[in-house]
């Protein structure tokens, strides 16, 4: 049996995904390994789940920020006052379970877009890049722009 492998996905599609849900899911994750979960979040690069789930194409951006800062704010704080422009306002609820880890370490997950590097680097998570064939230095340039 292990014991300290970090257990986490790919990447949750955080635009089109409830993130008190992705929370939860991960919460119960964190319970079950003893505080060894981690969400890798992204902004997603098939958009196939956006007419799944009801979500029109042209709020991606809107909704992975909306989204990013609402999971940021579940992980800080048991009870949340949180309102956007596509999802119903939280106003003052506690979100449950909670996890085992003080914080569930949140990355951003980046095929290779400047936005998600930068956006990383401002929010000062961890950045993780998806480098699906290719040359790995052509990346080179997104971590900088992340260390920016």
Do not use: C, M
């Not at 809107?62 to 939280?90: C, M, Q, Y």
């Not at 000062?124 to 040359?135: D, E, K, R, S, T």
């Amino acid at each position: 049996l292990t014991k300290r492998i970090r257990l986490t996905s790919a990447v949750t599609v955080l635009s089109s995904a409830d993130p008190v849900r992705v929370f939860q899911d991960f919460a119960t994750l964190d319970g079950l390994s003893n505080g060894r979960a981690e969400i890798i979040a992204g902004r997603g690069s098939f958009i196939e789940s956006f007419p799944l789930f009801g979500y029109n194409l042209h709020d991606y951006e809107d909704l992975f920020n909306e989204n990013i800062e609402l999971l940021l704010k579940l992980r800080e704080s048991e009870k949340v006052t949180w309102s956007g422009g596509h999802r119903p306002a939280i106003h003052n609820l506690g979100v449950y379970p909670r996890p085992v880890q003080n914080s569930i370490p949140v990355w951003i997950g980046s095929g290779g877009t400047q936005e998600s590097a930068i956006r990383a680097g401002i929010l000062g998570l961890p950045l993780v890049l998806a480098i699906i064939g290719g040359n790995p230095t052509k990346f080179a340039p997104l971590v900088e722009l992340y260390k920016k």
